[in-house]
């Protein structure tokens, strides 16, 4: 597998709060992607991190890329109940390829 | 608003029955892949098409079919369903020309094996 974690994670918070969901991968990247899927829809991109950037923001989006730890993070701020979603990262199956990979997701689930 | 289209919504088929899945996208993008998801697990790459060729993964070479008859279509053929098959069926494209790294999904197909 590309992927560290093999199983969904799950996080439940209160509307307003931070979070910071994590994924690390196991072979070399040039990019990371960070999807999200609401409830009834297919996943949607959110934010696209290259291997040169060690940071990227996005409105209260903040994703990072680690290439020594081979590790990603994808952090909102100020969360809504809108929120909620399952979020995935995603890489190419190898470098320069045309197939990307997800990992298994992060269930977040945000409270009004 | 999604511009990837998958018919039907819902499927329902009969284990050993076969089940053709059909996606649409109206980007004119190059290349459109198919994606199964089960609950709790990541989606997973089934094959694409990069304009007329088709590359299937290894592990599910045999157990599923695709074509595409132009630009705009692409099915997912199963020959025979079995239990296993049931799961959300995401169709997505993407433009090598213009932003290869990111796919549009469809809203999915939830495929029910009984």
């Known amino acids: 597998s590309q992927w560290g974690e093999e199983n969904l994670q799950a996080l439940s918070i209160q509307e307003g709060e931070d979070v910071t969901m994590n994924c690390s991968y196991k072979?070399?990247?040039?990019?990371v992607q960070w999807y999200r899927q609401k409830s009834g829809k297919g996943p949607a991109q959110l934010i696209l991190i290259r291997s040169n950037e060690r940071e990227k923001r996005s409105g209260r989006l903040r994703a990072t890329l680690d290439t020594s730890s081979q590790s990603s993070s994808l952090s909102i701020t100020g969360t809504l109940a809108t929120d909620t979603a399952v979020y995935f990262c995603?890489?190419?199956?190898?470098?320069?390829?045309?197939?990307?990979?997800f990992g298994s997701g992060t269930q977040l689930t945000v409270m009004p | 608003d999604t511009t990837v289209k998958q018919n039907p919504r819902y499927k329902l088929a009969r284990v050993g029955k076969p089940v053709n899945l059909i996606c649409s996208q109206t980007?004119?993008?190059?290349?459109m892949y198919w994606y199964q998801k089960k609950p709790n697990q990541a989606p997973k790459l089934l094959l694409f098409?990069?304009?007329?060729?088709?590359?299937r993964e290894a592990d599910t070479f045999e157990k599923f079919q695709s074509s595409r008859p132009n630009n705009s279509f692409c099915s997912l053929y199963i020959g025979s369903a079995g239990l296993e098959y049931s799961a959300m069926y995401l169709c997505a494209s993407s433009s090598r020309q213009i932003s290869n790294e990111r796919l549009f999904f469809g809203h999915g197909t939830k495929l029910s094996v009984l």
């Open positions: 098409y990069y304009d007329k060729i088709l590359n």
């Open positions: 072979t070399y990247t040039t990019v």
């Open positions: 980007m004119n993008h190059d290349t």
């Open positions: 995603a890489t190419d199956a190898s470098s320069g390829s045309w197939q990307l990979i």
